[in-house]
Nanobody, 124 residues
Framework: QVPLVESGGGLVQPGGSLRLSCTGSGFTLDDYPIGWFRQAPEKEREGVSCTNRGDNHTVYSDSVKGRFTISRDNAKNTVYLQMNSLKPEDTAVYYC?????????????????WGQGTQVTVSS
């Protein structure tokens, strides 16, 4: 199955903001829970956020709670991750996947494969 496509990463100074996008083709993202994950160099992949179908329930990791917001734009078949007050420790490659369900921010059974991700670098 075709993976989702992440975009919107880049280099930003501490305290700055970025908005990541997660898009797909051939299916409707709003039919699926969508999870965002990240992997920093030499670290394991970790969950960041998950949104259930229809945005009726969202969860965040403690490390990003209050700074990141996950949302959907169904007209664009896109899920966003708005990241504010970025810190150097947010530096990572960010990925999104269609999941069978949200299990907190942990990885649940998912559809397709991991995409290429989008690099976020927070540095002065």
């Amino acid at each position: 199955q075709v993976p989702l496509v992440e975009s919107g990463g880049g280099l930003v100074q501490p305290g700055g903001s970025l908005r990541l996008s997660c898009t797909g083709s051939g299916f409707t993202l709003d039919d699926y829970p969508i999870g965002w994950f990240r992997q920093a160099p030499e670290k394991e992949r970790e969950g960041v956020s998950c949104t259930n179908r229809g945005d009726n329930h969202t969860v965040y990791s403690d490390s990003v709670k209050g700074r990141f917001t996950i949302s959907r734009d169904n007209a664009k078949n896109t899920v966003y991750l708005q990241m504010n007050s970025l810190k150097p420790e947010d530096t990572a490659v960010y990925y999104c996947v269609r999941q069978a369900y949200c299990s907190g921010v942990d990885l649940a059974p998912f559809f397709g494969s991991w995409g290429q991700g989008t690099q976020v670098t927070v540095s002065s």
